[in-house]
């Protein structure tokens, strides 16, 4: 199973950004998708994740600003995020997930400057 993530950059605070995740070699409708951003120097930390029941769960901190969405038929998970604030600075990371299998993207960096 590979995880292609990408769309982070640079950009100023208040702009836009759109993170794609691509998945292959999977079943990509019978998992859970996510993102989680890791800060220089702090843990990694849930963004927003869409499960299985279609429900979406977000970090408070990004509720309002970031929109989660998956096309099953692409295989491909997105993360909408607009607003952007310069504590969203990070790198971003995908994860496939059920009560079997368990995968993590590649990391894609987003900076955004003040």
């Known amino acids: 199973v590979q995880l292609q993530a990408s769309g982070g950059g640079l950009v100023q605070a208040g702009g836009s950004l759109r993170l794609s995740c691509a998945a292959s070699s999977v079943t990509f409708s019978s998992y859970a998708v996510g993102w989680y951003r890791q800060a220089l120097g702090k843990q990694r930390e849930l963004v927003a994740m869409?499960?299985?029941?279609?429900?979406?769960d977000y970090a408070d901190s990004v509720k309002g600003r970031f929109t989660i969405s998956r096309d099953n038929g692409r295989k491909t998970m997105y993360l909408q995020m607009n607003s952007l604030k310069p504590e969203d600075t990070a790198v971003y990371y995908c994860r496939l997930k059920n009560r079997a299998y368990d995968y993590w993207g590649q990391g894609t960096e987003v900076t955004v400057s003040s």
């Open positions: 869409f499960n299985m029941d279609r429900s979406t």
